[in-house]
């Protein structure tokens, strides 16, 4: 059977699935909900209208599927890597100097994807066995997971039993609502999680509506556009800055493709092909970078959505972008979506970044792993400890994250170690 007419039993609604236009909005409102939290706090950290970001990320995912001619079911929202760098420029140079430093994190990734169109993507099953590519899974779904738990008990530095209270509420309801309702609301217990976990956190009193009844209705995102807001200059330090931090974001690029490959029984690796995958985020993150978001990345959160719901259609995700760059301009709705507390976030997290790291557990199991090999042993402890432990290198402005380090040390480990070690050789 070919790729063109190949089918996903498993799934709900395959990649290229259409949805029921009267399940449509609710599906693709479930992956907007799911996305939005991370993608604002970005720019509200550095500085940037939340707005834009919104736009961006939108905009960045509609060229990522054009690009990956739909092959993909990928959202792309603000990353967090660049956070650090970002705020930095800001500082100094202004949000000009940020656009810089996303186009050039974006150039760098078509360059490396040209690259890889010339020479091939075969080395990456010698690089990336399932030994490395399981614990890398794990670590991408788990790696978050102190923070979920913050999030969910901590109010200001101090715990709060209403935060606790409306996390577990809203973990137990979501759930519920996956193991026992059918039809199409069995489609989105993701989306019924957050809006009784709304509901709840309102009853508890710790929603701010404030900033909803403040709101306007339309407001128009303050973009920064080259040669109509700003003048261009070269920022030669946002380059430096943010054009080694692309090589991070790659190593993430490929761990999604990984958790995505194994819940949609395919090789995007193969087809489209890395070099389209890479091609893709990168024409993103210029994109943003023109109308004046952070650089995008693609959402290990909305992955955890695909797994649960098993709902894979690509017509959902460009529904998700569609109404991301609509909300861009409603403000009411946006605050609204913006005062949903943490814990009810962390409630639905627990669900979403567990189901990726049980995804990373079957990649282990369904290989037959052997850990009665101590190559196999150590190559999963480090990744493990490294990755969910947080552990981070730091050189100058450049930053390894815990995610992309356990990355390059489970890859260094499985290349140089060898297939069994001196103390399992048989003796005559």
Do not use: C
């Not at 996305?35 to 736009?55: E, W, Y």
């Not at 970078?289 to 959402?299: H, I, K």
Request: aromatic residues 10%; proline residues 5%.
């Amino acid at each position: 059977m070919t790729e063109k007419n190949f089918r996903n039993e498993e799934a709900v609604l395959d990649i290229h699935d259409r949805p029921k236009v009267t399940h449509w909005v609710g599906l693709s409102l479930q992956h907007l909900f799911t996305m939005f939290g991370a993608t604002v706090l970005v720019p509200i950290l550095v500085g940037i209208d939340p707005g834009i970001a919104l736009v961006s990320s939108g905009l960045g995912t509609i060229v990522y599927l054009f690009v990956t001619k739909g092959k993909i079911p990928a959202y792309l929202g603000s990353s967090f890597a660049f956070i650090a760098a970002m705020q930095m420029l800001m500082k100094s140079d202004g949000y000009p100097a940020i656009a810089q430093g996303a186009i050039t994190t974006g150039l760098v990734y078509l360059i490396v994807s040209i690259i890889i169109s010339k020479i091939g993507s075969a080395w990456l099953d010698k690089i990336l066995p399932p030994i490395v590519v399981g614990p890398v899974v794990m670590v991408i779904g788990l790696g978050l997971a102190s923070n979920a738990a913050n999030n969910a008990m901590f109010n200001k530095g101090e715990y709060d039993f209403k935060f606790i209270a409306v996390a577990l509420i809203t973990l137990g309801l979501t759930i519920f609502y996956n193991m026992f309702f059918k039809g199409f609301l069995g489609l989105i217990p993701i989306l019924l999680g957050i809006v009784s976990g709304y509901l709840i956190a309102l009853l508890f009193g710790i929603v701010d509506v404030e900033p909803i009844k403040n709101a306007a209705w339309f407001a128009m995102p303050n973009f920064e556009i080259p040669f109509v807001q700003y003048q261009p200059k070269l920022h030669l330090n946002a380059i430096t800055t943010m054009a080694p931090i692309a090589f991070v974001t790659m190593t993430e690029h490929i761990g999604h493709l990984m958790v995505l490959n194994k819940l949609t029984k395919r090789n995007f690796f193969q087809v489209p092909g890395l070099s389209k995958t890479l091609m893709g985020d990168g024409a993103a993150q210029i994109v943003a970078g023109l109308v004046g978001g952070p650089p995008v990345t693609s959402y290990g959160e909305n992955i955890g959505v695909l797994a649960i719901t098993r709902v894979h259609s690509v017509f959902v995700i460009a529904g998700a972008a569609v109404f991301a760059v609509g909300l861009g301009f409603v403000g009411k709705l946006s605050a609204v979506i913006l005062s949903i507390p943490g814990p009810v976030i962390s409630g639905i997290s627990f669900v979403l970044f567990g189901v990726i790291a049980a995804s990373g557990l079957k990649i282990l199991i369904d290989n037959q792993i052997n850990f009665d090999k101590k190559k196999n042993l150590l190559i999963a402890s480090v990744i493990l400890v490294v990755g969910i432990g947080g552990l981070v290198f730091k050189l100058d402005t450049f930053e390894l994250s815990s995610m992309a380090l356990a990355t390059v040390l489970g890859i260094i480990l499985n290349l140089i170690l060898p297939e069994t070690a001196r103390s399992e050789e048989k003796t005559n």
